[in-house]
């Protein structure tokens, strides 16, 4: 099993650029989840799905979009990038009340 | 709402000398409680759970936590800390199923000879 994968590890973008963070497991997890991860802010939640076709917000969705079209896949996208949107990105899996398992982690620097 | 606090942002120890990492949550019922490591440069990597049973949970490279409903915490703890225990910990509260799980803020760990 690879788990949680993610890509790509490091991205710059120009303010405005659009871009897809992507991610996806193979242990046939119903949850997923994206979350972004600022210095003294711990993670906050951006997006979750808890199957595919559905999709829910969390904390912090303004800016990003997501989709579930399968099991496996959740990708992230950014429509209009802005400087505000420079984190780490960390995509997670989970089947019911087990715990999440975390993906590596993307960092994006929007200048 | 649910919410964890991690009071210390920030902690040094001693190699060899013992750890507790503080956290207290807010949740109206028996949560589901986790922490969770990060290593520089990594993702998160579970370190233990409490779901119901025992109050005093054992974990991965030696760390347990306490599940005190009174107090509302759910402290981490190790008798003895080593070099490669220095990371970032992360405590987590949930109500379990298919619900969100809020993290707190995290407290950074170093560790010096």
């Known amino acids: 099993n690879a788990g949680v994968t993610q890509t790509p590890k490091f991205q710059v973008l120009k303010t405005g650029q659009s871009m897809t963070l992507q991610c996806a497991q193979d242990m046939n997890h119903e949850y997923m989840s994206w979350y972004r991860q600022d210095p003294g802010m711990g993670l906050r939640l951006i997006h979750y799905?808890?199957?595919?076709?559905?999709?829910d917000q969390g904390e912090v969705p303004n800016g990003y979009n997501v989709s579930r079209s399968t099991t496996e896949d959740f990708p992230l996208r950014l429509l209009s990038a802005a400087p505000s949107q420079t984190s780490v990105y960390f995509c997670?899996?989970?089947?019911?009340?087990?715990?999440?398992?975390f993906g590596p982690g993307t960092r994006l620097t929007v200048t | 709402a649910q919410s964890v606090t991690q009071p210390d942002i920030h902690i040094t120890v001693s190699e060899g000398a013992s750890l507790e990492l503080r956290c207290n949550y807010s949740?109206?019922?028996?949560?589901?409680l986790f922490w969770y490591v990060q290593s520089p440069g990594q993702g998160l990597q579970l370190l233990l759970k409490?779901?119901?049973?025992?109050?005093l949970v054992q974990g991965i490279k030696g760390f347990e936590a306490e599940f005190k409903r009174s107090q509302s915490s759910f402290n981490l703890r190790k008798p003895s800390v080593h070099w490669s225990d220095a990371a970032e910990y992360f405590c987590a509260v949930g109500p379990g199923g298919y619900q969100k799980v809020t993290f707190g803020t995290g407290t950074k760990l170093q560790v010096i000879p």
């Open positions: 799905s808890v199957g595919a076709g559905i999709t």
């Open positions: 949740y109206g019922a028996t949560p589901y």
């Open positions: 997670a899996s989970r089947s019911g009340e087990l715990e999440q398992y």
């Open positions: 409490y779901f119901s049973g025992d109050t």
